[in-house]
């Protein structure tokens, strides 16, 4: 089998028997259910309810504030109990409306009611997307309106179904995909509806042997819709990666991928779009996988965006004594949490408790040159000109070497025996670029 992947990356230890043979189970939290306006690349939503409303499962809670928005729709029934500052995975805080769950999950009138997409035009389609709210889950959450939405004359050749899944311990788009085989693949075909001439590719790893066995049989009948089976590696799942690794094309940050003739678009995305477009339900629920040697019973879960993590970890059976470590996502990308004490938002995909925080007990020693990074790093970059630049402060030398093509997906970090924290150092360094950079458009 001729296995497709891209140059360079990493081969961690995956983790993934923890909970890959776990059946998603669904959770109705009773809690109270938070939801910040910014939970997506963009413009914060805008708040079309107020304190003391009414409010139902499907209901639009804010409207985009822009057209880089996105919805955000209500996942439980009850009353708006505050429009506050709350704080967010990412430990900062932002402005938030939260609702007292009344536990019936009452769902407004059409939510769930089965809808033909074959009568739908690529517009109306467009619209209804928009409408749910349906940003990717991939972990960047750009809104999936504007990613579908193309310029005038341009269309997609590809579409690619990220199933990758390449960062270790998740394991939930992988459940998606055998227990929601032909969901997955009707959000596929919705997609197709808008773009009749392009060819869907589903890209993934071969690590996965019975959803390439399921998806491999289902589209043997589906002319448009095909298989590649990918070379298990991280970061195969990146987007750049991904698209190299099925059509040999090569993007950089100065590109799209539509700049590809491609549209990537993550496995819980396409059922969102799948649920809304043929159901009637925005994307108002998240599938996280709740893993790691620290987690009780390890597990896959359908959560309502909007519940507490805390609550999460409660029903997924708690933690084993006091675990050093929780993420938010992947050990690779995820963010350490400070507090369980936060809303799943759209984009969450995991809860991962590890029993001992080695990275907290790393002491860097200077690089000593050897070149490990080098050969890491699926972009082709120079981490160490690159760190010498940002531990420095000079935002000029940092995009001079490049710096702003660093994808963050930690394979330096990773392989480097000096123990340096080259990732976060790049993290930083981009964030200051890109405030640089605005403060310098808002000036002309």
């Known amino acids: 089998m001729n296995l497709r992947t891209f140059k360079h990356g990493i081969h961690p230890a995956d983790g993934k028997a923890l909970s890959a043979n776990e059946a998603i189970r669904d959770f109705r939290p009773t809690g109270e259910m938070v939801y910040p ?99 990717g889950q991939g972990g960047a959450g750009f809104p999936t309106h504007v990613k579908l939405t193309m310029k005038e004359g341009v269309q997609p050749e590809t579409i690619i179904l990220n199933a990758a899944e390449c960062e270790p311990y998740l394991t939930s788009d992988y459940r998606l995909l055998i227990e929601k085989t032909d969901r997955v693949l009707e959000g596929l075909q919705v997609v197709l509806q808008i773009f009749p001439q392009a060819q869907a590719v589903i890209g993934i790893e071969a690590n996965k042997p019975e959803a390439i066995r399921l998806l491999t049989e289902k589209t043997a009948a589906l002319p448009h819709i095909s298989v590649q089976v990918l070379k298990t590696k991280y970061p195969q799942g990146g987007e750049r990666m991904l698209i190299h690794a099925v059509t ?18 993550n496995v819980s995305t396409v059922m969102s779009i799948r649920a809304a ?13 709740v893993t790691g040697e620290g987690a009780a019973s390890p597990c896959n879960v359908s959560v309502p965006v909007g ?64 070149g490990r990074c080098l050969r890491a790093c699926p972009e082709f970059l120079v981490p160490p000109m690159m760190a010498h630049a940002a531990d420095n402060g000079d935002l000029g030398a940092f995009e001079k070497v490049n ?42």
């Open 403 to 444: 710096g702003m093509e660093c994808i963050e997906c930690g394979c330096c970090t990773y392989v480097c025996p000096a123990k340096r924290r080259l990732t976060q150092s790049f993290r930083t360094a981009k964030t200051a670029v890109n405030a640089k950079r605005r403060a310098a458009a808002a000036k002309k």
């Open 277 to 289: 477009v043929c159901r009637g339900i925005p994307q108002i629920a998240a599938i996280m996988t």
């Open 248 to 265: 040999g094309r090569d993007i950089h940050s100065g590109k799209l991928p539509i700049d590809a003739g491609c549209v990537v678009l």
């Open 37 to 135: 306006l910014n939970q997506h690349i963009g413009a914060p939503a805008q708040p079309v309810v107020a304190v003391g409303d009414p409010v139902l499962v499907g209901q639009t809670l804010a409207q985009p504030g822009g057209f880089v928005s996105a919805a955000i729709c209500s996942a439980a029934s009850g009353t708006v109990k505050a429009i506050e500052l709350r704080r967010t995975v990412s430990g900062k805080e932002a402005l938030s409306i939260v609702i007292e769950n009344d536990g019936q999950y009452t769902p407004m009138p059409g939510v769930g009611e089965r809808r033909d997409y074959t009568a739908l035009s690529g517009q109306q389609i467009l619209d209804i997307i928009r409408d749910a709210g349906i940003v």
């Open 307 to 370: 519940t507490s993590h805390r609550e999460l970890l409660a029903f997924a059976g708690g933690l084993k004594g006091e675990p050093e470590k929780l993420i938010s996502g992947g050990p690779l990308m995820g963010v350490a949490m400070v507090s369980l004490d936060v809303p799943v938002l759209k984009t969450s995909s995991a809860i991962l408790a590890m029993p001992e925080d080695e990275v907290a007990r790393w002491e860097p020693t200077a690089c000593i040159r050897c």
